[in-house]
């Protein structure tokens, strides 16, 4: 449904309020159509400001670009310390050929081909969280499903026992609900959080993913094991240099968080979308062999993380004004998912879209890892879900996460009944 366009004067990337009322998208499509280069105050941070692109072309030109537009001062609004900063770095705020070769220490473990290998399994671990869920009928749908299956996935390729799932749940939730007092004890922008602005998201809880992960890499340095920890201890990158202690952390940190906590979203805001559309589901349900194309639209409608950022290296003119050197510069891929100047009718659910660009990963060479797996997961989810739905209705009030970071939702209420 096409938003209501929210008054230039009045809009504010920094109000949370905007987007745990699910209002962004009028702020997106007022920048869109009357300042497609937004310089935004952050006034109740430590932030110095950003700019904010918000068209497709925009976007995909700024995350191509890491000469002009690196990533290597941070990804997050939040500007960590200089100090701090090497740290707290991970193959997220990295660039050029480091990046690269920290890339590639599981790009084959996430290529397409070799996650065929996975598709029975997964089928598996879908249809048991599918069971439990249909036998309660009553169930909240982020907690029951979108959650249960990924995480379940994850603690496979992590190779850690099934126990250690509600953890893993609770830290990805922590650590990406850092803007949220229910999901975070300590909030990124409070007082309390100057104490951890070494440690990723200024979150105390990464010091426990820290400690998990060097206890799991200290059993399997050396071995053989095929699990994705085993590879990052015992694999060389092509760059030649070790993974430091600091960097193994930082990359274990961004699997148990990236490798649920958006998965999840994708799959609940998609649910959410097929369910507001009944024709579209049923689209779906007759047209099973066309599902892969039919899920990259599930992706763009759902776009699961609002931003990223990057930082400018030189002055750069856009739209007739000056991005400075150092000037802190925001790609919402959420909006550029909704540009109508790269898609028909952009806020409609089109099952039948194609060719589908979005953005939903990103663009360039920080495109998401974990993206084939993700358009997986989210496929086998819904042709295993969706045949065994005699209805499915919603029983309450989403609630989202507070956050302009991640596009998400803590609580889903809905009613399913099996045939």
Known sequence: MQPTPIPLADVDLTNLDY???????GMFETLRNEDPLHWQDELHSDGHGFWSVVQYDDIEMVDKDS???TSTKFTNLEEPPEEFQDLRRSILESDGTRHQALRKLLARDFSVAQLRRYEDFLRGLARTSIDLALE???????EAIAADFPINVLARLLDVPDEMTPTLIEWGNTIVGFSDPELSKVLVDSDEAQKYKHLPFRNPVSLEVFEYGRELAKQRRGGDGDDLVSKLVNRLPEDGIPLSDTDFDNYFLLLVVAGNETTRQAMTL???????????????????DKSQSMVEELIRYASPVYHFRRTATRDVELHGKTVKAGDKIVTWFAAGNRDPQKFDNPYDLDLTRFPNDHMTFGKGPH??????????????LFEELLPRLASIEQTGEIERVRSNFVNGVKRFPVRIKAK
Request: some cysteine.
């Open 19 to 25: 987007f745990v009322h699910n209002e962004a998208w």
């Open 67 to 69: 000469d002009t537009f």
């Open 136 to 142: 309660k009928e009553d169930v909240d749908f982020v």
């Open 270 to 288: 998609s649910m959410k979308a097929l369910m507001d559309n009944p024709d579209q589901m049923q689209y779906f349900l007759d047209n099973m």
């Open 367 to 380: 495109t998401c890892l974990g993206a084939n797996l993700a358009r997986l997961e989210i496929r086998i």
